[in-house]
């Protein structure tokens, strides 16, 4: 959006600057005073449009992205137990280390690692 905007306020202060340089070369002092507001219109619109490029240039950059997470079928919750005496683990006891999970069996303190299975 400002990017247009900037580009159309460049282009219209070409514009002015070429007409004031042409009233200029055509002298006469009524042409020259024209000229002259013309070309300061000109400058004028460079300036605001520099500063307007400046101060969007200084936002930071929003980007939204969206994931949309899927499984192959249903996701399904697994409860993990502890292998020697069969207690449930919850979330705090699983530790996630080197890509594998480390857990802890709160009640007979067993450590075993989960490895991910590969999907095919
Ligand atoms: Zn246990």
Redesign the pocket.
């Known amino acids: 959006m400002i990017k247009a905007i900037a580009f159309l306020a460049i282009f219209g202060s070409l514009v002015f600057l070429g007409t004031g340089g042409i009233f200029i070369i055509a002298g006469g002092s009524d042409n020259v005073l024209i000229g002259g507001a013309s070309i300061g219109i000109g400058l004028l619109l460079l300036l605001i449009t520099y500063f307007l490029v400046r101060e969007e240039a200084k936002r930071p950059i929003k980007q939204n992205i969206n994931v949309t997470l899927s499984g192959s079928g249903e996701f399904r919750q697994r409860v993990i137990q ?1 292998p ?2 069969g ?1 449930p683990v919850k979330d705090e006891n699983v530790k996630m280390i080197d890509g594998g999970l480390l857990i802890t ?1 709160p ?2 303190e ?1 450590v075993w690692t989960l490895e991910e299975e590969p999907k095919w």
């Open positions: 502890c020697k005496c207690a069996c009640f007979c067993n």
